[in-house]
C-alpha cells in the first residue's frame, strides 16, 4: 500500500505555470508565482526563496532544469526561452519563436532544448541560445513535450487531440489521435515506453518499440500531468476532478489524495521519495511518499 501523506504547501504559485522545476540534488524548486508571474523564484523545500530570476517581459508558462543541474530553462508568452545558472546568472536568451512558448524541456543527455509554441511548432536549440531545427505539427497548442531516455525521440501533448512522437534521428513523426486534447505526456526512463493524459480522464500506455497501447480509466475528468517516477516504479497523474493518482507501471493504482482544487502540474523529487502537486487555487502541495506493507 502506498500513501500520500501531506508535508507541506506552499501559497501563491501561480496557475498558468503548472509546469514546475526541482534541482537534480533535490533540496530547492524553481516555480513562479502568481503575485509575480514574469519572475522565476528560486526557494527551498519550505518556500523560502533566496533568488530572483528577472528579465521576462510576459507571464512564465513552463520552467525546467538539466539533468545536470547546471542550468534551468523559463519559457515566456514573450516569445522567449531564458537559460539561467542556479545563482541566478541569465546565460542565454533565444528568441527565435514566432509566438509565446508554453513549454519547454531539456534533453537528457545532449545540451539541447525543446521549446513549444502555444500555435503548435516546436522549436529546438542549444544552451548557446544556437538554432538547431523546427518541428512541425498542424496548428494546436503544445501543453507538454518530453524527451526519451536516449535523446531519440520526443513527444508532444497537443490541443488537437494528438500525440506527436518525433524521431529525432531519423527524421520521421508518428501520430497517435486521441478522442480529445492531449495535456500531459511522459517517457518512462526505459527505453519505448511512455504515457499521456486526455481530455477524457484516460491514461494511456504506449510501447512503441512493440506498437502496443493500454488505455486505463484514470480520472473522472481531464488528465492534466502525467509523469513517471525516477526509478518508473510509479507514475502519477493530475486531473480536474481534483485528484492526483499513483498507479504502478502496469497500470494499477495505488493511491488516490483529494485536493481542494483542481489539480494541475505533478513532479517527482530526484530520489522518488515526495511529489510535487499544483492546484488552480495556487497552492502547491508538497507530499511524502509513504510506502506500507
Known amino acids: 500500500m502506498i500513501l500520500l501523506k501531506p508535508y507541506k504547501t506552499i501559497e501563491d504559485v501561480s496557475e498558468r505555470c503548472w509546469q514546475l522545476g ?32 528577472e528579465g521576462h517581459r510576459d507571464l512564465i508558462n513552463s520552467v525546467a532544469f538539466a539533468r545536470d543541474g547546471r542550468t534551468l530553462a523559463s519559457a515566456s508568452a514573450d516569445k522567449t526561452v531564458r537559460i539561467w545558472s542556479p545563482t541566478g546568472d541569465l546565460l542565454a536568451l533565444f528568441d527565435r519563436f514566432d509566438n509565446g512558448v508554453e513549454t519547454v524541456s531539456y534533453a537528457p543527455s545532449l545540451p539541447i532544448l525543446a521549446g513549444g509554441q502555444i500555435d503548435g511548432y516546436i522549436v529546438m536549440f542549444d544552451i548557446g541560445a544556437n538554432y538547431i531545427a523546427t518541428l ?90 502525467v509523469t513517471f517516477s525516477p526509478d518508473d516504479s510509479l507514475l502519477a497523474s493530475t486531473s480536474f476532478d481534483k485528484t492526483v493518482k499513483l498507479f504502478d507501471r502496469y497500470g494499477n493504482q495505488k493511491s488516490e489524495y483529494e485536493l481542494d482544487s483542481e489539480a494541475l502540474g505533478v513532479i517527482f523529487s530526484p530520489d522518488g ?21
Open 273 to 293: 521519495k515526495r511529489l510535487f502537486v499544483s492546484a488552480k487555487n495556487q497552492v502547491l502541495h508538497i507530499f511524502d511518499i509513504v510506502k506500507q506493507v
Open 136 to 225: 512541425h505539427s498542424p496548428k494546436g497548442r503544445i501543453f507538454s513535450i518530453d524527451w526519451s531516455v536516449d535523446n531519440s525521440y520526443l513527444a508532444a501533448a497537443c490541443c488537437d487531440s494528438k500525440m506527436y512522437l518525433f524521431n529525432i534521428k531519423i527524421q520521421m513523426k508518428t501520430i497517435y489521435i486521441h478522442p480529445g486534447p492531449v495535456y500531459g505526456v511522459s517517457f518512462a526512463k526505459t527505453n519505448g515506453r511512455l504515457v499521456s493524459g486526455c481530455e477524457d480522464g484516460n491514461l494511456r500506455f504506449f510501447n512503441i518499440v512493440e506498437a502496443e497501447t493500454k488505455t486505463i480509466q484514470g480520472h473522472q475528468k481531464r488528465v492534466i500531468d
Open 22 to 53: 526541482i534541482s537534480p540534488d533535490g533540496k530547492y524548486l524553481a516555480l513562479v508565482l502568481a503575485s509575480r508571474p514574469d519572475v522565476v523564484q528560486l526557494c527551498d523545500l519550505n518556500g523560502k526563496v533566496f533568488k530572483q530570476l
